[in-house]
């Protein structure tokens, strides 16, 4: 069926660089999208959110950009510091109704 | 701190038992979602409520049902329990209808059957 997936299930970046984070998705139809990070332990936290009537969205060292040609989404980090440490999810809405889709999620780890 | 509570944070429980997960969401949420997170399926969507009715089901075995109250709580019921039910379970509310819209997520429950 329709799905979300990552490209890579690892990242380790220095601390202080910047993190770039990608996820493709499948469905078309898919009009609203999330990043979560989840940290050891805990439940995922929200960090952005994208409608797909936008190809670009920033928040606090966070930006996340959309490209609907090609069904790929990517978060970005800057200045990485070691409390970014997480797995990192993105997640679909088709708008139908449905819950979110989550893809699989990438650990990043942030090295000194 | 999500502002919704999942109880209780661990579970061991043996094959063939059932159990019961509750779920307290954010004050003004009216939708409760729950999602199970295994190491090789990551989070997957179980059953969504809305203001006490069900309003879509995702992979959710016949084994397990759920019900949100009219206090909006939420409960999740896994009988038959298999080692393959070893899993954390999580429960998001959002006060939206549909899913566009920020989920906000409890801190789980670990299930380990034995």
């Known amino acids: 069926g329709e799905s979300v997936g990552l490209h890579l299930p690892t990242l380790s970046v220095q601390e202080g660089d910047n993190s770039i984070i990608n996820c493709a998705y499948s469905n078309s139809a898919s009009d609203y999208f999330i990043w979560y990070k989840q940290e050891s332990g805990k439940g995922p936290q929200f960090i952005i959110d994208?409608?797909?009537?936008?190809d670009k969205r920033q928040g606090q060292r966070v930006t996340v950009l959309l490209n609907k040609t090609v069904k790929h989404l990517s978060l970005q980090i800057a200045a990485t510091q070691p409390g970014d440490s997480a797995v990192y999810f993105c997640?679909?809405?088709?708008?139908?109704?449905?819950?979110?889709?989550f893809g699989k999620g990438t650990s990043l780890l942030v090295t000194p | 701190d999500s502002g919704v509570t999942q109880t209780p944070k661990h579970l061991i429980t043996a094959t063939g038992q059932r159990v019961t997960l509750r779920c307290s969401p954010r004050?003004?949420?009216?939708?409760v979602y729950w999602y199970q997170q295994s190491l090789d399926q990551g989070l997957q969507f179980l059953i969504h409520?809305?203001?006490?009715?069900?309003?879509a089901k995702g992979n959710i075995l016949e084994r397990f049902s759920a019900q949100q109250f009219p206090d909006l709580h939420s409960e999740l019921n896994l009988s038959s329990l298999e080692l393959g039910d070893s899993a954390l379970y999580f429960c998001?509310?959002?006060?939206?209808?549909?899913?566009?819209?920020?989920?906000?997520f409890g801190q789980g429950t670990r299930l380990t059957v034995v």
């Open positions: 994208i409608r797909s009537n936008m």
């Open positions: 997640a679909e809405n088709t708008g139908s109704g449905y819950a979110l889709n």
């Open positions: 409520y809305y203001n006490g009715e069900e309003r």
């Open positions: 998001a509310s959002s006060v939206a209808r549909g899913g566009r819209t920020e989920a906000f």
């Open positions: 004050s003004g949420d009216l939708s």
